[in-house]
């Protein structure tokens, strides 16, 4: 049974990729706040990634590094913080993770790292000058931990749109946003979490073994299609 590292996992997409693991992998939840799901197969440990020391892990075979932010204005009323804690919470976490884990991971076969990105890096967008930017430095992380991690570990991104979670609520907060935002993407949808679990736990799996230092776009079709 592999074990599986995910930060951020007691919400949102963390929280349905934790869901969908438990079931066959060892799962290590590590977050602030603690979810209401238990199974024999999840241990969680409450740590601010941050500010917090993350736990000693003797074998990891996986890691999910899942915190993000969405931080929505006008560049006039971004101030410099603003910036730096989105970089803080999307990049310098995942470094932190990262070192603290990848050496583990090098005794382990096949494994694998995912990160998140965001369609806001390829497609520009009013008011997400802060979230682009520091989503832009976790694909370049990709690109670059790619190259010196192979052959023995593999990193990759998911570049999702909307999704339906507790962090884009002000985007779904009313039947005319949901229906806005449906009509602005070619498949007429946007995302569920379980949607993007699904694709995490594709990109852990051996089946995605000849893949590295690639950003999946889960986009619904707004950056590639113009309909």
Do not use: W
């Not at 804690?85 to 995912?114: C, L, T, W």
């Not at 999704?163 to 498949?187: F, G, S, V």
């Not at 946007?190 to 993007?196: A, I, Q, T």
């Amino acid at each position: 049974m592999k074990t599986i590292v995910v930060i951020g996992g007691s919400k949102g997409i963390g929280l349905s990729i934790v869901k969908l693991l438990t079931p066959s992998h060892k799962v290590i939840s590590i977050s602030r706040s603690v979810s209401n799901i238990e199974h024999e197969n999840l241990t969680h440990y409450s740590v601010d990634v941050l500010s917090g020391e993350l736990p000693d892990i003797s074998e990891v075979d996986g890691l999910v590094y899942c915190p993000g932010s969405i931080n929505l204005k006008p560049i006039s009323r971004l101030k410099i913080e603003d910036f730096k804690n989105d970089f803080e919470i999307n990049v310098i976490g995942a470094v932190k993770a990262i070192q603290k884990y990848a050496r583990v991971m090098k005794d382990s076969q096949h494994p694998s790292i995912v990160l998140f990105s965001t369609v806001a890096v390829k497609l520009g967008m009013p008011f997400h000058a802060s979230i682009a930017t520091a989503k832009a430095g976790v694909e370049g992380l990709v690109k670059s931990l790619g190259a010196e991690f192979a052959p023995k570990i593999r990193i990759n991104a998911i570049a999702p749109t909307v999704t339906d979670t507790e962090l884009a609520a002000k985007l779904l907060r009313n039947e005319r946003m949901i229906e806005n935002i449906t009509e602005r993407h070619p498949l007429k949808k946007f995302l569920s979490p379980d949607e993007v679990a699904e694709m995490a736990l594709f990109l852990l799996s051996h089946k995605t073994a000849s893949m590295s230092g690639q950003i999946l776009e889960m986009d619904c079709g707004i950056v590639n299609f113009k309909i």
